[in-house]
């Protein structure tokens, strides 16, 4: 039995090793994360553990410090790409197979210049799904699994040594991996375009109760520019119809508005002044920061 835990140990081990000349440090504005070479001078990591402005360096296998340069970064997917002038760092070859339910993983990120690795499994693993954000993603992969703050961005590897995805923090540190269908696809926009379009209403809302006992979605800001002015809402109406479809809750507006969504018109039903109203609402693309 001891024979049999070593020669695991030891796998795991080539695993890291043979990976880790792939992995960096990325150190933004006291925030610290991993990343990966996606292709030669390009690095991809997580969008959450990246602050928001400010200079960007990554730490090397072996320690040597270098700047790098934010190409873009699609919050929905929490994916990011940097651009460093090293064309001689090894990218990462990613494995498109999603491990099943109680399959061992390694995470495996960066700290100091030196890699770092945490054993886990994966507890789900299902099909696409959509993110709070409207980002879609092509499988829903959850692993348990104790991931270092400092190993977010960096790779979720399965038992024969590919790299699947990438590992980041959910909703209460409940680590998800995005998959490499969904980094090619993004951080391939991303270096072209540098952002992911999205939709944009130039709305700021806010669930209400309104009269009767239903719910609907008050107007608490509107962008003198944006696509709600143009159809005619006002500050103080009350969304209680979105395309045809009843409003009860907030949460689903902002996933409808992926990048499929710009230049599309809805058929919007509002309450202004206790009186039903209709207007149309063509979608307008979010603005760059």
């Known amino acids: 039995m001891s024979s049999e835990i070593q020669n695991v140990s030891t796998a795991l081990e080539g695993i890291v090793a043979g990976l880790a000349p792939s992995v960096v440090s990325v150190i933004s504005d006291r925030m610290q994360a991993s990343g990966f070479v996606w292709r030669p001078g390009?690095?991809?990591?997580?969008?959450?553990?990246?602050?928001?402005?400010?200079?960007?360096?990554?730490?090397?296998?072996?320690?040597?410090?270098?700047?790098?340069?934010?190409?873009?970064r699609d919050p929905s997917t929490a994916v990011a790409l940097l651009k460093v002038e090293r064309s001689d760092l090894r990218p990462v070859a990613l494995a498109a197979a999603i491990p099943a339910p109680?399959?061992?993983?390694?995470?495996?990120?960066?700290?100091?210049?030196?890699?770092?690795?945490?054993?886990?499994?994966?507890?789900?693993?299902?099909?696409?799904?959509q993110s709070m954000r409207g980002g879609e993603i092509d499988a829903r992969v959850e692993l348990d699994a104790r991931l270092r703050r400092t190993a977010e961005g960096g790779l979720a590897v399965n038992a024969a040594g590919q790299a699947f995805g990438m590992t980041v923090f959910g909703p209460r540190r409940?680590?998800?991996?995005?998959?490499?269908?969904?980094?090619?696809?993004?951080?391939?926009?991303?270096?072209?375009?540098?952002?992911?379009?999205r939709g944009y209403l130039g709305l700021g809302l806010q669930p209400v109760t309104v009269a009767g006992?239903?719910?609907?979605?008050?107007?608490?800001?509107?962008?003198?520019?944006?696509?709600?002015?143009?159809?005619?809402?006002?500050?103080?109406?009350?969304?209680?119809?979105?395309?045809?479809?009843?409003?009860?809750?907030?949460?689903?507006?902002?996933?409808?508005?992926?990048?499929?969504?710009?230049?599309k018109m809805l058929a919007i039903e509002l309450r202004r002044g206790g009186q039903l109203q209709q207007t149309r609402l063509q979608i307008g693309e979010r603005p760059t920061a």
Request: proline share 8%; hydrophobic share 40%.
């Open 42 to 72: 390009l690095i991809v990591t997580s969008d959450e553990g990246l602050a928001e402005e400010g200079e960007v360096h990554v730490t090397l296998p072996g320690g040597e410090r270098g700047a790098a340069q934010v190409l873009g």
């Open 174 to 197: 409940r680590v998800l991996v995005i998959p490499s269908v969904t980094i090619g696809r993004v951080a391939a926009k991303l270096e072209t375009h540098g952002r992911i379009p």
């Open 213 to 263: 006992g239903g719910s609907g979605i008050m107007v608490m800001s509107v962008d003198p520019k944006g696509p709600g002015a143009a159809a005619g809402i006002h500050q103080g109406d009350v969304l209680v119809s979105w395309d045809g479809k009843p409003v009860s809750k907030l949460q689903p507006l902002p996933r409808s508005l992926g990048p499929d969504s710009v230049g």
């Open 102 to 129: 109680g399959a061992l993983v390694v995470a495996i990120g960066a700290e100091a210049g030196a890699p770092t690795a945490a054993l886990g499994s994966v507890s789900v693993s299902r099909g696409p799904w």
